[in-house]
């Protein structure tokens, strides 16, 4: 029996087949390199190695994307007779609970994988994406916790581990253990997205945006190839670094040059321009044609069904580009989700559909309409999905809404409260200014 570089059995598997599984999964947990090619290899040395076709349907399910979630279904299906290990077993479960929009299901299934599998990178970043769906990338920490100790610092693919452990442990707010894990993980995987991505968090949520763009110019060569299949949001991080410092043409030419030209379109990629460009909207910026173009990238790959997160971007750019049929068609879909029995509906009802209506007000101008939407969801914004950085977008819409409808009391608690997380910040001393102008 054959066994991946972690020591787990692979049915089916030879000798050839293995080394390019490897190669995969260290691709798909770095997000850097040819998954594809490698799982084609592995597929054409063991046509019945049935691992291929679950991280093939693991990539489908996590695009979030709904063609791409449909196609994981598909796959899971074709999985179901075929003979299975039980860490197989266990990869099968879970993408098909992911597939079906039951995240939270997915994730329980994969914490207790992971107890019984605590070497298996592939379900370890999976279930860190899906918590990160859920609002809740914090949960990693934990997960990780559970894991290290059974790895060691020889073993291949612990600097992987120990960068989502990094992640987990930033999202958790425990930024000076985050920095430290972090850097020690991009010491030993240069090329990771994780300890980039972690350090990116880090030294933004810290208020540290020179250093940020420092430790990025410093390993752009690390992080900016055309193998890294998610840099287009490290790029997205560079250009946010700017935008605290003020620097809103820099952060517009990185739009319009490394973030523009990485885009890819899935929805987890198309959130990237749009959570920019109307940050830099309501600091002033004109996004002019920008938003027509980038519509219609982003019309098929929302549905009001699959993430709330990628629905309320979605809105965001109909409504900019002047899409409001298609706005109001789009919500109508999230109502409907919102009132069904999935595991989802909570989430969009508590935070889908009132940011999204609320978004709608503040772009036409309803400002006191948009606050009342959104100071509720401020308590549940976690199921949202995403980052804390990026749900960051929430409330920073939310302080713009409260000055400009003269809520004076409620700007002024939303600007001391972003000011006494970052004092320096340019943006969140425009925001005290606008508040004294008003």
């Known amino acids: 029996m054959q066994r991946d570089a972690q020591g787990h059995e692979l049915t089916g598997a030879n000798a050839v087949a293995t080394q390019a599984l490897d190669e995969a999964a260290r691709a798909i947990t770095l997000n850097c390199g040819d998954v594809n090619a490698h799982l084609s290899t592995a597929e054409a040395a063991a046509p019945e190695c049935p691992i291929v076709d679950l991280y093939r349907a693991w990539l489908l399910a996590l695009s979030n994307d709904p063609a791409q979630v449909a196609s994981a279904r598909q796959a899971v299906q074709a999985l179901r007779e075929t003979r299975l290990n039980e860490r197989e077993r266990g990869h099968l479960a879970a993408i098909d609970l992911a597939a079906s929009g039951q995240w939270t299901s997915a994730v329980n299934r994969l914490d207790r994988h992971l107890m019984r599998f605590p070497h298996d990178l592939v379900a370890h970043q999976s279930a860190l994406r899906l918590d990160g769906y859920q609002g809740r990338f914090h949960r990693e920490a934990a997960r990780a916790a559970q894991a290290l100790p059974a790895w060691s610092r020889e073993q291949p693919g612990y600097g992987i581990m120990l960068s989502l452990y990094g992640f987990g442990l930033e999202e958790s707010a425990d930024y000076a253990r985050a920095e430290a894990v972090s850097r020690e993980a991009a010491e030993l995987e240069p090329t990771g997205y994780w300890p980039h991505h972690a350090m990116s968090h880090v030294l933004e949520m810290t208020g540290r945006p020179r250093e940020g763009l420092a430790w990025m110019d410093d390993r752009q060569a690390q992080w900016s190839t055309p193998l890294h299949g998610n840099r287009v949001h490290i790029w997205w991080h560079k250009a946010l670094f700017h935008v605290e410092l003020g620097e809103w043409d820099a952060a517009l030419a990185l739009y319009d040059g ?12 198309l959130c990237n321009p749009t959570a920019l460009l109307w940050r830099l909207e309501t600091l002033g910026c004109d996004g002019g044609e920008r938003w027509s173009a980038l519509f219609p990238i982003w019309r098929e790959h929302a549905d009001g069904r699959t993430s709330p997160f990628n629905d309320v971007h979605w809105a965001m750019t109909a409504l900019r580009a002047g899409e409001d049929a298609a706005y109001e068609t789009h919500l109508a879909a999230m109502r409907e989700t919102a009132a069904s029995g999935g595991e989802l509906a909570p989430a969009y009802r508590e935070i889908g559909v009132p940011v999204t209506q609320a978004v709608g ?5 309803d400002y006191a309409d948009a606050v009342e939407q959104l100071l509720p969801a401020r308590a549940s914004l976690w199921r949202m999905g995403g980052s ?8 920073w819409t939310l302080t713009v809404a409260a000055t400009r409808a003269g809520m004076e009391d409620v700007a002024t608690a939303l600007v001391n409260e972003r000011l006494s997380l970052r ?3 340019v943006v969140n001393r425009r925001f005290a200014d606008a508040l004294r102008r008003h």
Do not use: K, M
């Open 258 to 269: 490394p973030i523009a030209e990485t885009l890819r379109p899935v929805g987890a990629s």
């Open 361 to 365: 007000s503040f772009t036409r101008g």
């Open 388 to 395: 804390t950085a990026q749900r960051d977008l929430v409330d």
């Open 423 to 425: 004092p320096a910040s």
